[in-house]
């Protein structure tokens, strides 16, 4: 199986501000959807929560909720302790991705695994901003789109960046791309 993280983020790597996105991109919605439909998806606690209930758990998905509580409820969600026990709870799902949605210390804990991330750098300054994406380590190759415009009139950018380390190729990543 391999691991994606998929995320969106702003100028300065700004992700969120007072537990919520930013902005409203709906074509980067719709990519993300579009990856994840079908896999399982690994999120943090918070990222569980900020979703709307109405979207709990993501349809079409298995949704792991990555949380240190032994107590925590997440209906319809399998909740895992580790990131091990996410990594088993996804592979026995027999997908041939899984994918870290968040939030941004997920997105740390599992960059070191992941074969590769997908990012929409959006133009946009976040006055405020007090989650951030994490920094991709040096050699991970990108791969992006053409500059797009979003409806909303964002400016964005979709980008794989390849793990130096993964065996995928080039292709997969331009299969992804908007």
Not at 91 to 112: K, M, P, R, T
Request: charged content about 20%; proline content about 7%.
């Amino acid at each position: 199986m391999r691991i994606g993280a998929i995320w969106a983020q702003a100028n300065d790597r700004a992700m969120g501000k007072d537990g919520t996105i930013p902005w409203y991109l709906p074509e980067d919605m719709r990519l993300f959807r579009q990856i994840t439909t079908g896999s399982p998806v690994i999120m943090g606690r918070s990222t569980w929560e900020s979703l709307p209930e109405r979207m709990r758990p993501l349809p079409n998905r298995t949704n792991i909720v990555l949380t240190r509580a032994e107590d925590y409820d997440a209906p319809g969600a399998l909740l895992a302790h580790s990131i091990d026990e996410a990594l088993a709870a996804a592979a026995y799902c027999e997908a041939d991705f899984c994918w870290v949605i968040g939030g941004a210390q997920i997105y740390q804990a599992f960059l070191d695994t992941c074969d590769l991330a997908v990012v929409t750098h959006i133009d946009l300054e976040v006055s405020g901003a007090d989650t951030f994406a994490p920094v991709l380590p040096t050699g991970w190759q990108p791969l992006c789109s053409d500059t797009l415009t979003s409806e909303k009139g964002l400016t964005y950018q979709v980008c794989g960046y390849l793990n130096p380390c993964s065996s995928l190729s080039e292709d997969h990543i331009r299969q992804l791309l908007p």
